[in-house]
């Protein structure tokens, strides 16, 4: 498998308070993806980061914000929370951006937002 | 990007094949077919991918019709532990799409025992 974790596993917050989630991968892979998935849906791409420092947005972006300071970590920041964004969240990671490349994913964190 | 169908939900018996259908029409002649799967509770997994020629690997086959319009994964022989959503998705080399995955609502695979 490969090396990636994502923390919390689980959280609860409430409306309007700030949360960080945390992708850590030991493969030192240059791709990062955040996906949100909620029931009866796919994966959809919030965000991904193409190297240290470099991000850009994917399809549903609006309230989130990222940050990677470095190769093995990604953050994934909800300023201020909303119920909408009560999600299952995956991080992923690639290798290259090749088409023929294979993204790995983590275990998910289950946000609830009350 | 140019989409997949698949059908919602499929049933088999384990130890039996199962073929999993993925209808994609617009497909360009860039598109990579991949497959991946999701088991419960668990992020995706990356199955299987080709771009014309048939494919086999330890856990699947990839059966890519002459046209390119559809395919069929392929489990030889189900296992319990095969019970997921499968997802079939389509990657090009455009610039503007990188290396992004757009997931469908996949298929969901019921394996009795």
């Known amino acids: 498998d490969a090396g990636i974790t994502q923390s919390p596993r689980h959280k609860v917050t409430e409306t309007g308070t700030p949360v960080t989630l945390r992708c850590h991968q030991t493969?030192?892979?240059?791709?990062m993806y955040w996906y949100r998935q909620d029931p009866g849906h796919g994966l959809r791409l919030i965000h991904y980061?193409?190297?240290?420092?470099?991000?850009d947005k994917g399809e549903v972006s609006d309230g989130y914000s990222v940050s990677r300071s470095k190769t093995e970590d990604f953050l994934l920041t909800l300023e201020s929370a909303t119920s909408s964004q009560t999600s299952v969240y995956f991080c992923?990671?690639?290798?290259?951006?090749?088409?023929?490349?294979?993204?790995?994913f983590g275990p998910g964190t289950r946000l609830t937002v009350l | 990007d140019a989409k997949t169908t698949q059908p919602n939900s499929m049933e088999s018996n384990e130890e039996e094949p199962v073929h999993l259908p993925c209808n994609h029409s617009t497909i360009s002649g860039t598109d990579y077919i991949h497959w991946y799967r999701q088991l419960p509770s668990q992020g995706p997994e990356y199955v299987i991918h080709?771009?014309?020629s048939n494919v086999n690997n330890r856990m699947a086959s990839l059966a890519i019709a002459e046209d390119r319009k559809s395919s069929t994964l392929i489990l030889h022989r189900a296992t319990l532990r095969d019970a997921a959503v499968y997802y079939c998705?389509?990657?090009?080399?455009?610039?503007?799409?990188?290396?992004?995955?757009?997931f469908g609502e996949g298929t969901q695979l019921t394996v009795n025992p």
């Open positions: 080709g771009l014309t």
């Open positions: 493969e030192n892979h240059r791709y």
């Open positions: 992923a990671i690639s290798s290259s951006e090749r088409s023929t490349d294979t993204q790995y």
């Open positions: 998705i389509l990657r090009d080399v455009s610039e503007t799409s990188g290396s992004r995955l757009t």
């Open positions: 980061s193409y190297g240290v420092k470099d991000t």
